[in-house]
């Protein structure tokens, strides 16, 4: 099955500098890639996603990138802001098969 | 945001009692789902449904069940809580499976004593 791993596991970065998480996956049949953010003691939710066909989308000030080929997506986060400190997860799936998720990212932004 | 509602948001319990927790939804979407999250570990699948009655294993589903009833529902029973099931459980949502995204609940914060 589908495996997902993120780097890093935490992250620091002076607030107006840009913070990048990376994502891997094992199955190159996964079509569909979801970045969720989590605040402290709230839910997950969903502030981007990709699907296959697309190499790159951009929402302001957050972008997703994809390479199929080596298998990897990124999250980029550019001129961060106190409020983007949370956890970050990545997640993967192809076709009906369901979700799966990366460990995670804490993202701190120092001011 | 998506109309999901989780009780209770807070339980103790202890060692070896029943415990059910409960998402409902307003949502009218076909699949649901159980996620536990713990520190390291990120969101786990325990439990999902595709429809009424129409139910299936994640990857953590050891000492747990699940029922769903009606589209609205769906429940989540430790059938004897232990202390490895102290946790945040998350339900969520989605219209389709896998290329579709979740909607998570807020969350159901259980510690087993």
């Known amino acids: 099955g589908e495996n997902v791993e993120q780097h890093p596991s935490t992250l620091s970065v002076q607030e107006g500098d840009s913070a990048v998480i990376k994502c891997t996956y094992s199955d190159s049949a996964s079509n569909y890639f979801p970045w969720y953010k989590q605040e402290l003691g709230k839910r997950p939710q969903l502030i981007i996603d990709i699907r296959s066909n697309v190499g790159e989308k951009k929402d302001q000030r957050i972008a997703v990138t994809l390479n199929k080929t080596a298998k990897h997506f990124s999250l980029h986060i550019t001129e961060t802001q106190p409020e983007d400190s949370a956890v970050y997860f990545c997640a993967a799936s192809r076709g009906a098969q369901k979700l799966v998720f990366g460990q995670g990212t804490r993202l701190t932004i120092n001011p | 945001d998506a109309g999901i509602t989780q009780s209770p948001r807070h339980k103790v319990t202890e060692t070896g009692t029943p415990v059910t927790l409960r998402c409902h939804q307003t949502?009218?979407?076909?699949?649901m789902y159980w996620y536990r999250q713990d520190p390291g570990h990120g969101l786990r699948l325990i439990h999902y449904s595709y429809g009424v009655k129409d139910t299936d294993k994640g990857e953590v589903s050891d000492g747990y069940s699940v029922s769903r009833s009606k589209t609205e529902d769906f429940l989540l029973t430790l059938e004897s809580a232990t202390s490895s099931q102290t946790s945040v459980y998350f339900c969520?949502?989605?219209?389709?499976?896998?290329?579709?995204?979740?909607?998570f609940g807020n969350g159901t914060r259980l510690t087993v004593t």
């Open positions: 969520a949502i989605s219209e389709s499976v896998g290329s579709s995204p979740l909607h």
């Open positions: 949502e009218n979407h076909r699949y």
